[in-house]
């Protein structure tokens, strides 16, 4: 074989190999992404649930001081 063929036939390999790695390395990249993602929608899922406890909580309290105040008064 002559050396450009053999030249030629190596520089494709390795362009494709550089390719490969640069997709597997977006797409490990873009899964970490989105993993990062989902915490954070799960932080947030779960102060969403959390919030009518709250203002449940803050009705009663609110109901418990009127009738402090109206047993004062």
């Not at 899922?45 to 919030?51: D, G, L, Q, S, V």
């Amino acid at each position: 074989m002559d050396k450009d063929i053999i030249v030629a036939i190596i520089s494709v390999i390795c362009t494709a190999l550089s390719a490969f790695a640069g997709i597997v390395v977006s797409a490990r990249l873009t899964n970490f992404r989105l993993e990062q993602l989902e915490k954070k929608v799960d932080k947030h899922n779960n102060f969403a649930e959390r919030i009518p406890v709250v203002e449940e909580k803050l009705k009663d309290y609110d109901r418990r001081i009127e009738v402090l105040e109206n047993a004062h008064s």
